[in-house]
């Protein structure tokens, strides 16, 4: 019994001391994770910029170990990756090397012509030297901070049931581009004063008799300036009509909330049963009924009317999402969006013209044009190559060996064949440069100075692999040029990719395939260009244009073209030092309609044929002036008089091993 005894308690000693000693293995390790645990503060905010580019100002603070490593600035795009997804398109990395206890602030700086919106998710991620995350924090709507927006102003009683028109920050596409809403609360005596910072005026649950003469002059007047006026009316429509007989719209009656309706609302974005409706009769034949959002709307002057037969603050109240699934944003972007499509944009007249055709779509299409006219990949030669290898190397072979009496050779020769073979194709590939990575680049440059030079550039290379260059020096920040579909990754790898490392940046992309095209902008901090382009020009009925150029730049000008309001002309030849007349300038292209603006009449009237045929060989430099042209179209002045020149051979935008057609446009507006 007492061996027993003894026996029991030496396997209860053990059994404490085996708990003891996994408890402290637990605890070294606990003590292990904890001693290699980082602690990592992120912070980013916007800086004030005029410029081209969104300034981010990361800081990062370390309180845990030495730390070395990439900071990756990724912007979802809201629009495309879902509800606030973090998907991006593009990684903007930093090498940062971050010692115990330190604490660093940097810029990255990311071009606004990189986006198509502002109202994604920015997110920060420190990544290792294997890449994985060490720490990581997002950003909602960083960017809007500095986007330029879409000012509405709001007269009503009611403001805070309208506070939601702003969308929640989501952004309208409106004359080309996307922009945020920022609602401005407006008073009676302040309007007037007001009205020319507005895009949007929202008149609703408000008595717009008490408004004055001289205030509904400047509203008519900022309607005929290319304004739009929207009016929500409901169950106080006769109230908010009262001060605007002008408008020729007359409530007749108002059915109450869930009283049947007459039968012209039919379909609409919003259960109208749970809304007070007013009955809208268009005195004059003025207005169209717009489907589903059930506004009555009209072009007026350069601007836009949309009158809806409910109140903007009632629909504000509702849960519109359990009726046709829209959201709250949706329906009141669809609002916005077929109201002001009636007023006339600066791209041309009529219902929606505004909304589908700008200027910035047609600089992308030439951006994609620009390198189709190179010779330097011409394939014919490769194919008679290959052709003539698959024809040798199969029954000609073996006849030449059979007459040779030597066919019992016929495995060997095979393997020696292809190896020359090979060779040949390689050298020929060489010769026609496929081998590394092709850079076509056109720059643009304001002489009269003012934001910094751009170069816009087509890049693709012929092996199915990563790649990257680095930009000369001067360039201080790159990015992909936006529409261009870039793949998104949820998996944290991005298609294209910017690197900086000290005062040097890297652009590149991860290919899907070989000859895989991909564009890109960079902007660079230079001298300006010395000289001038001085002009003296007049419209003409008969030439269109007429008037003396010089120019008086250090570059020849291979082609230029001249822009007076939408019109566009483009020449040949202008020398440096040179000056031309007009009427004996040798004129390639004109365009004198008017309609919409000269890049897109160049683009599908002129250059597709040169792409085609007759001068096939100045392709390239004919597409890069009309890069050049577009861009000023899409500065949307359409009183611009404007000359600019293109120049071959222009400072190469890589500093490394690649083959660079490059090309420059130099403008002045008179």
Same mark, same amino acid.
């Given at each position: ?161 309208? @506070? ?121 034949? @003025? ?262 150029? @010089? ?14 309001? @939408? ?104």
């Amino acid at each position: 019994m007492g061996n027993r005894k003894k026996k029991n308690r030496r396997v209860l000693r053990m059994l404490i001391l085996g708990i003891l000693f996994c408890c402290l293995c637990m605890g070294g390790a606990g003590i292990t994770a904890k001693a290699e645990e980082q602690v990592f503060i992120i912070d980013a905010e916007m800086l004030p910029s005029n410029k081209s580019a969104y300034e981010v100002q990361l800081t990062i603070e370390n309180q845990g170990q030495d730390w070395e490593g990439t900071v990756r600035l990724t912007i979802g795009d809201k629009y495309y990756s879902g509800s606030y997804g973090s998907a991006a398109t593009c990684a903007y990395d930093t090498i940062l090397s971050l010692p115990s206890g330190s604490r660093k602030q940097f810029v990255v700086k990311v071009p606004k012509d990189s986006l198509n919106r502002t109202d994604g998710i920015v997110k920060v991620s420190l990544l290792d030297k294997k890449q994985d995350i060490a720490a990581q924090k997002e950003f909602n709507r960083l960017l809007q901070a500095q986007a330029k927006s879409l000012s509405m102003g709001i007269l009503s009683d009611e403001y805070l049931s309208l @506070t939601y028109l702003d969308m929640g920050g989501n952004e309208l596409y409106y004359r080309g581009s996307n922009y945020p809403i920022k609602l401005v609360e407006l008073e009676q005596d302040s309007l007037a004063d007001t009205l020319d910072a507005l895009s949007f005026l929202v008149i609703d649950s408000y008595n717009t008799s008490v408004l004055s003469d001289k205030v509904l002059e400047s509203i008519e007047q900022w309607l005929n300036d290319g304004g739009v006026l929207i009016i929500g009316t409901g169950g106080s429509a006769e109230n908010v009509l009262s001060g605007l007989d002008d408008l020729g719209i007359q409530c007749t009656r108002i059915y109450e909330q869930g009283e049947e309706v007459y039968n012209s609302y039919e379909y609409s974005y919003v259960d109208i049963s749970r809304l007070a409706m007013a009955e809208l009769i268009d005195r004059n034949g @003025t207005y169209e009924e717009e489907y589903g959002v059930l506004a009555l709307t009209c072009s007026w002057g350069n601007g836009a009317v949309g009158i809806l037969p409910y109140s903007l603050s009632e629909l504000g109240k509702l849960d519109v999402s359990d009726y046709q699934g829209y959201t709250q944003e949706e329906v009141v972007e669809n609002i916005l969006w077929r109201v002001s499509g009636y007023a006339v944009s600066s791209y041309g007249s009529g219902k929606y013209t505004g909304q589908y055709n700008d200027a910035r779509y047609t600089f992308n299409r030439f951006c994609y044009l620009l390198g189709n006219g190179s010779s330097h990949l011409q394939f014919g030669g490769l194919k008679i190559i290959v052709i003539l290898y698959v024809i040798f190397v199969g029954p000609i072979l073996y006849l030449i060996l059979r007459f040779a009496k030597k066919w019992d050779f016929y495995w060997v020769a095979v393997p020696v064949a292809t190896l020359v073979g090979t060779f040949l194709v390689y050298i020929a590939g060489r010769g026609f440069e496929v081998v590394g990575t092709n850079v076509f680049s056109t720059t643009i440059e304001n002489l009269s100075g003012g934001e910094g030079v751009q170069t816009y550039m087509r890049c693709y290379d012929a092996g199915h692999k990563e790649w990257n260059l680095r930009l000369a020096e001067g360039y201080e920040y790159a990015g992909p040029l936006e529409d261009n579909n870039y793949r998104s990754n949820d998996d944290e790898t991005y298609y294209y990719h910017i690197k900086r490392e000290g005062d040097r940046i890297f652009f590149g992309i991860d290919p899907s395939a070989g000859f895989e095209d991909s564009y890109f902008l960079a902007g660079i901090a230079k001298e300006p260009e010395k000289g001038s382009i001085s002009s003296d020009l007049q419209a003409d009925g008969q030439l269109g244009v007429k008037g003396i150029i @010089t120019n008086e730049t250090e570059r020849d000008f291979r082609y230029f073209a001249v822009m007076i309001n @939408t019109h566009l002309f483009v020449y040949k030849d202008l020398p440096a030092g040179e000056e031309i007349h007009l009427e004996r300038a040798e004129k390639v292209f004109d365009d004198t309609t008017g309609y919409y603006n000269g890049a897109e009449s160049y683009f599908y009237n002129y250059l597709s044929d040169v792409q085609r045929r007759d001068k096939k060989e100045d392709a390239d430099i004919l597409t890069a002036l009309g890069i050049g042209v577009s861009y000023l179209y899409s500065l949307g002045d359409t009183d611009m008089v404007a000359v600019i020149g293109v120049c071959e051979d222009w400072d190469k935008a890589v500093d490394d091993n690649c083959n660079e057609v490059s090309f420059g446009c130099l403008y002045e507006v008179q």
